[in-house]
T-cell receptor
């Protein structure tokens, strides 16, 4: 099993460009999450999904969109990238049962110039 | 919504000493509290967790305690080793089924 994979690993964008980050999991998890990690600010939740076809906003959703068309995939989109979106993005997934912690992907380092 | 605070932000200990990291949460409905370790350039990895119906849990050199009344929980690492050096994050699972993380503690174990 690959666990949680993220594509791409690194990306550099210019301000105003768009891109999509792909997260895939093969653990049959119901829940999936997108976090961003910035120095000194921990992991902040952008959007999450509790099942195929559902999404919900997290703590810092502005400037991002998500889709969960298939249970195993969770896509994070940036429509018009801004330098403030320079960060490391982590996808995670978990079972829906109480007491099940998120399992994280390897991360995507995004730089917006 | 839930807010998780974590202290200290940095912690240096001598090899063999103990380290304690404390977190507080605001939502009394939060019911599950995992701890993660993140080494430089790597993904966060679960090291221990505790549910709200348990006061303490231990796994070899690592333990976690939970005080539901005061809404705080702590990570205890005994007999620290250089490989314990990393950033540690606490988290709380909210009623809304998502996880809110603390800002992290950078632990340095000095040989």
């Amino acid at each position: 099993n690959a666990g949680v994979t993220q594509t791409p690993k690194f990306r550099v964008l210019k301000t105003g460009q768009s891109m999509t980050l792909l997260c895939a999991q093969d653990m049959n998890h119901e829940y999936m999450y997108w976090y961003r990690q910035d120095p000194g600010m921990g992991l902040r939740l952008i959007h999450y999904s509790v099942g195929e076809g559902t999404t919900a906003k997290g703590e810092v959703p502005d400037g991002y969109n998500v889709s969960r068309l298939k249970k195993q995939n969770f896509l994070l989109g940036l429509e018009s990238a801004a330098p403030s979106q320079t960060s490391v993005y982590f996808c995670a997934s978990s079972y829906s049962l109480a007491g099940q912690s998120p399992f994280f992907g390897p991360g995507t380092r995004l730089t917006v110039l | 919504g839930e807010n998780v605070e974590q202290h200290p932000s940095t912690l240096s200990v001598q090899e063999g000493d103990s380290a304690v990291i404390k977190c507080t949460y605001s939502d009394s409905a939060s019911n599950y509290f995992p701890w993660y370790k993140q080494e430089l350039g790597k993904r966060p990895q679960l090291i221990i967790d505790i549910r709200s119906n348990v006061g303490e849990k231990k796994d070899q050199r690592i333990a976690v305690t939970l005080n539901k009344t005061a809404k705080h929980f702590s990570l205890h690492i005994t007999e620290t080793q250089p490989e314990d050096s990393a950033v540690y994050f606490c988290a709380a699972r909210t009623n809304g089924q998502n996880f809110v993380f603390g800002p992290g503690t950078r632990l340095s174990v000095l040989p």
